[in-house]
């Protein structure tokens, strides 16, 4: 026998290893376009546009018989639909643990959500009912998947990877956004030139990401493999599972902090990223095609970003590495406001900056609460991560909104948000990680 052909079964572990990650890269492929395209560019203008013709004289909408005001109709489905999620997610990830079966819910999420984002299609008129129950349904099946593709990330890489591959995974979603994005404006800013109007134009660009979504969510679906678990009790209904989950947590003290430092740095990042093209537009004056032009720049810069700090943290360990980039966000926000009006080379420097640091400040995040959570438990803990990172983001612009009220000035908002990094930056280096990894029951890596 020839033993040179003879592959060792380390070897061909780590093949399997290597393609199941690959196939997990692909779902940030896949999803990202939905939260880049949809939720950050068109959905938001298009969907008030349509709640404001079907409004009432008063410019009230009403339904279920509720008055609402046509430009909060948006704000308020994105809030019911975090509601949504937070009564899903607890209950979703509680049944992946327990069964061992992530693979059939996330393709029931995934496929929810990416349905859901194509029939918006059939979003014009005065259809506001239907763009906002197309809304709620994707944006919790999308929260829902996210948190079992999340749970993937501590099974099919060993500690020593998780950073690396994180970080990977957050570069291919940003890189799908930036070239979808490209091609949706493309076809939005010639629109005349294809022989389609406006909004049928926005209503293409929303349902070809439900496409995207749906076909290159086969690739993961493909390569990603099931474990079995030890049977567990029965998932309890909703916020029980969630309280559940964090009385559980409490036996882990240690991986609490760690939520904590992350859910208050996160609200941070997440009001940046929703209210930037707000101080944009409001303070610096500038028009929607140099915005539109900031987006594709943190889109495509925190590829860059995500893979460079990944290498960083493999040099000086994960929790440096995201400290440093608080560090940064805190020099980012202070430099916005200084930014002088009607310059847009100026807004530009300082979308570079968020883009280099976003990708992996949240890619680190994610890799090292991986390793705080005790084996087994994975999709349950990644709930409570998920929850985190999406139903409590309120704090943030609750502050940006509140300074804004008290002083007239979008530039005092934005500054006010440096206390999110700081704070971060305080809990999180107060955090113990060898410890923590130690106490979740996991092995503890040479650098962390």
């Known amino acids: 026998m020839d033993t040179d052909t003879v592959r060792s079964p380390a070897a061909d572990d780590s093949a399997g290893r290597r393609r199941e990650q690959r196939g997990w890269y692909f779902y940030d492929w896949a999803c990202s376009v939905y939260s880049t395209s949809v939720l950050t560019v068109f959905l938001g203008p298009y969907l008030t546009s349509v709640a404001e013709a079907a409004a009432d004289a ?35 990830g509680a ?17 929810t959500g990416a349905a859901a984002t194509a029939g918006m299609f059939f979003l014009d008129g005065d259809r506001y009912l239907l763009g906002g129950l ?20 501590p099974q099919i890489a060993p500690p020593e990877e998780r950073d690396a591959v994180s970080s990977r995974g957050w570069a291919f979603g940003y890189a799908a956004g930036a070239l979808v994005l490209v091609a949706n404006l ?27 979504w749906g076909a290159f969510a086969l690739i993961p679906l493909r390569r990603l493999r099931d474990r079995r678990t030890p049977a567990r009790e029965a998932a309890l209904p909703g916020f029980r599972q969630l309280a559940a989950t964090v009385r559980d947590m409490r036996k882990h003290p240690l991986t609490l902090a760690f939520l904590l430092a992350y859910l208050v740095y996160n609200d941070g ?20 095609s140099t915005l ?22 493999r040099r000086y360990g994960a929790k440096r590495t995201i400290l440093g980039s608080l560090v940064a966000w805190t020099l980012t926000l202070a430099a916005g406001y200084f ?6 080379g100026w807004f530009f420097v300082l979308a570079a900056g968020i883009g280099l640091v976003l990708g992996g400040s949240q890619a680190l995040s994610r890799s090292l609460f991986s390793q705080l959570v005790p084996p087994g438990k994975e999709a349950e803990y990644f709930s409570a991560y998920e929850i985190s990172d999406r139903g409590l983001s309120w704090l943030g612009p609750l502050l940006f ?15 006010s948000l440096v206390g999110f990094f700081v704070l971060g930056f305080v809990l999180l280096a107060r955090v113990p990680v060898r410890r923590a990894i130690a106490d979740a029951g996991n092995p503890v890596p040479q650098r962390i």
């Open 95 to 111: 049944a992946a643990d327990r069964t061992g079966r992530k693979k059939p819910l996330l393709a029931a999420a995934a496929y």
């Open 134 to 153: 197309l809304l709620v349904v994707a944006n919790a099946a999308q929260s829902v998947a996210m948190m079992l593709y999340n749970s993937y990330l």
């Open 269 to 288: 990042i997440q009001t940046v990223i929703s209210q930037a093209s707000v101080y944009g537009s409001k303070e610096l004056g500038l028009g929607q």
């Open 401 to 415: 909104g509140l300074t804004y009220q008290l002083t007239g000035s979008y530039r005092d908002a934005i500054v």
């Open 58 to 92: 008063d410019g009230f909408v009403h339904p279920l018989g509720v008055p609402v005001r046509a430009g909060s109709f948006f704000a308020y489905a994105v809030s019911l639909s975090v509601v949504v999620a937070v009564l899903v997610m607890p209950l979703v």
């Open 292 to 313: 539109i032009v900031a987006v594709l720049l943190v889109q495509v810069l925190a590829v860059a970003g995500a893979l460079l700090l990944g290498r960083l943290a």
């Open 339 to 344: 930014l002088p009006a009607g310059a847009p």
């Open 186 to 212: 493309v076809l939005y800013t010639g629109h005349e030139s294809f022989g389609v109007s406006e909004g049928m134009a926005v209503r293409i660009c929303l349902a070809s990401a439900g496409l995207w």
